[in-house]
């Protein structure tokens, strides 16, 4: 019998754990879809798109809670941290895209900076050789109206030398 009384409280102990363990996942849940839905209010707010794919929110300690929501902003992957403090009634939620999303952004914006700079330079180079071969045919032509009038110029004074004996 004590046994049994045994069992039966240490069962009764387990259900009541995981009884209050599915309540608080039912905040948690609850909460995460409320800071979802501020998410997505405050980021249209700015006229942009948040789509969130995955959110997972973790009770840290105390009111402290944390997660990291997978997204797309405005057709563009990005992970954000969320850290939210909740104190039963009312929430106040900060994100940010996460540091792995934030290098990988810089990384894309680096290279893209290194190929706007590599066609800005090869564009000036284009730019330069045109201006090079338009200068080198104006000299030419310079050149070759000189010639002529040099020519002109030798002939006619043939011509007077000629006519005058």
Known sequence: ??????????????????????????????????????????????GQTLKISNFNLIHQDGNIYTGLATCTLDGKKVDLDVNVVYDGNNFQAEWAPTAEYQQKAWEEAWDQAEKDYDKAVKDAEEEANRAAQKLEEEWNRTEREMREEQDRLERDLEWELATQY
């Open 1 to 46: 019998m004590r046994k049994y009384l045994l069992t039966l409280s240490i069962v009764a102990l387990f259900a009541i754990g995981f009884a209050a363990s599915d309540d608080s996942k039912s905040d948690i849940e609850m909460l995460q879809e409320e800071v979802s839905k501020m998410m997505i209010e405050k980021t249209k707010e700015k």
